[in-house]
């Protein structure tokens, strides 16, 4: 089954809002495989931001991104990339429709509450980046119904 890393980045946890985030993803259905807080450095941060080093607004990405701790989300479910990114909404908050979670939530490119890895393919090095082997758990949902 496939899997997906998100982070709910520091402007979710300060406003409240890891709880109502995290229950849009259960409500979907899709299978929480990993969970936990982390407060970001910034050789983290520059890994897994890499792709936009010589870019102006990285300096405040970095800052960002160590504001406050994170919560870091690993999902499982079928096309669980394509399915959070919908749920996520548009990058850029201006675009993202009502009803996504930046798209309630989000106030502007760079406070845009949460990230969702773009492909299988980046989920696995993403996933491998927050997340140790045994803190990634494999169970079947057998109480329900
Ligand atoms: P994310 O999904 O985490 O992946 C790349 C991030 O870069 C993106 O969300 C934004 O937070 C950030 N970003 C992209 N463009 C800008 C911008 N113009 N100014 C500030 N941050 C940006």
Same mark, same amino acid.
């Given at each position: 089954?496939?899997?997906t890393?998100?982070? @709910?980045?520091?402007d979710? $946890?300060? *406003?409240?809002l890891?709880g109502?985030?995290?229950s849009r993803?259960?409500?979907?259905? /899709?299978?929480?495989i990993g969970?936990?807080?982390?407060q970001?450095?910034d ?9 936009l080093?010589?870019?102006p607004?990285?300096?405040?990405i970095?800052?960002?991104?160590k ?7 690993? @999902?499982?479910?079928?096309e $669980?990339? *394509?399915?959070?990114?919908?749920l996520c909404g548009?990058?850029?908050?201006a675009?993202? /429709? ?6 309630d ?5 760079d406070?845009?509450?949460?990230h969702?890895?773009?492909s299988?393919?980046?989920a ?7 997340f140790k082997?045994?803190?990634l758990?494999?169970?079947e949902?057998t109480l329900?119904?």
């Amino acid at each position: 089954m496939q899997k997906t890393l998100i982070l @709910l980045k520091p402007d979710a $946890v300060q *406003k409240s809002l890891v709880g109502e985030i995290l229950s849009r993803f259960e409500r979907k259905g /899709l299978k929480i495989i990993g969970l936990k807080m982390i407060q970001l450095d910034d050789a983290v941060i520059g890994e897994h931001y890499d792709f936009l080093a010589d870019k102006p607004f990285f300096p405040s990405i970095v800052s960002y991104m160590k504001s406050s701790p994170i919560v870091a989300l690993a @999902l499982e479910g079928h096309e $669980v990339v *394509k399915v959070v990114r919908q749920l996520c909404g548009a990058t850029n908050p201006a675009d993202a /429709l009502p009803g996504t979670i930046r798209g309630d939530f989000a106030k502007s490119i760079d406070n845009n509450i949460i990230h969702s890895s773009d492909s299988e393919e980046t989920a696995a090095k993403e996933l491998a980046r927050f997340f140790k082997a045994g803190e990634l758990h494999s169970y079947e949902r057998t109480l329900i119904d």
